[in-house]
């Protein structure tokens, strides 16, 4: 069970459509305009994952005049990833514990 990961982020990334997204964003910064061309998704659908992935606070919103950019927030990503590096080493410094079966 990954009770020292964030369970929350992890459900948020499950989703292919927002796992894309994020992949997109960590290459630039993109206008939900270009979001659309690139992922084909409708735009109310992209809008609604848009939202989870603000709430989840792994993306970050710029106004610029009618068109709102979408910014990652690396930081998010990286403490995710310690986390998992964290479980990685607690794994391979318990690869001798066993507890015995009663």
């Known amino acids: ?5 964030d369970a929350d982020v992890i459900r948020v990334l499950g989703d292919p459509l927002r796992l894309k997204i994020v992949t997109l964003l960590a290459r630039e910064t ?7 061309e690139e992922t084909g998704a409708k735009q109310t659908n ?8 603000r709430e989840a606070g792994i993306v970050e919103t710029e106004p610029c005049g009618r ?8 930081e ?27």
């Open 46 to 53: 992209l809008s609604n994952h848009m939202k989870v992935l």
């Open 76 to 102: 998010v990503l990286a403490g995710l990833s310690e986390q998992f590096a964290g479980l990685a080493a607690s794994a391979r410094g318990a690869a001798g514990n066993k507890r015995a079966c009663p």
């Open 1 to 5: 069970m990954l009770t020292s990961v």
């Open 67 to 74: 068109f709102t950019y979408y910014r990652l927030r690396p």
């Open 30 to 36: 993109l206008c939900t305009t270009h979001l659309v």
